[in-house]
């Protein structure tokens, strides 16, 4: 299980171990076009094609992409269709490559309300990657930071009923045990494209001291030479963790 940075320093480098992405920004990239949204869905799939090989090649070991969040189902029913439809092909599609590439691929968030066909198709790209350990691929999907946690507490209590009734003996490594990725490390960088700055509900509990880095590009432009500039951005970062600029400087 992955160290909690609110109880350790964990180790870090110029380049994150981990980032994490909200690919914002494909609509409003297909409506200044004069594009269907979908249209820029469709695109879309290649900025993540690019920013799995840029991070393989970055050295970085884990990368997590929202691609379908709990709320997004609020979003007419044709764009959704659309999402689904593209979710498949795409593992149809890509899983060949990512094998190749050494890629694990995971996905991670309530899969139940998924057709039948997509959920197997998860399942077989998943047993068919899982020997690989070049980079770690997660996809949220049907993913929210507040489901994510709340399930975490049913599966922890499911695990250790007695918790109920003693609920001073519950910790952080009790509770981050049961959260959707208890095998990666908290992100080091958070990367938001399209101009918005929020997190929207990604990953809340992980992000406790994530670098945060918000960039106007919509992400069908985003490219390697944008990722560079974003992981350029955090190797000048002070990564405190609540010390002190002078502790931080002893330590090294």
Known sequence: ???????????????????????????????????????????????????????????????????????????????????????????????????????????????????????????????????????????AANYGGRWDVLQAMRGMLRANPGLAEHPEHIDEDALSAHLSMPWAPEPDLFIRTGGEQRVSNFLIWQLAYTELYFTDTYWPDFDRACLEEAVAWYGGRERRFGRTSAQVLAAR
């Open 1 to 139: 299980m992955a160290t909690s940075s609110t109880l350790a320093v964990p180790q870090t480098s110029g380049v994150p171990r981990h980032i994490a992405i909200i690919m914002d920004g494909n609509g409003r990239w297909a409506t200044r076009r004069h594009l269907p949204r979908t249209a820029g869905h469709i695109k879309g799939v290649q900025a993540v094609r690019r920013t799995v090989e840029a991070c393989g090649r970055l050295g970085v070991r884990y990368l997590t992409l929202f691609a379908f969040s709990s709320e997004n189902w609020r979003r007419p029913a044709d764009e959704v269709s659309l999402l689904m439809r593209l979710f498949v092909k795409s593992l149809e599609r890509e899983v060949v490559k990512l094998e190749k590439q050494g890629v694990r691929l995971r996905v991670v968030g309530d899969l139940s309300p998924f057709e039948p066909r997509l959920q197997e198709l998860i399942h077989q790209a998943e047993a068919r990657t899982e020997h690989n350990d070049q980079l770690n691929l997660s996809i």
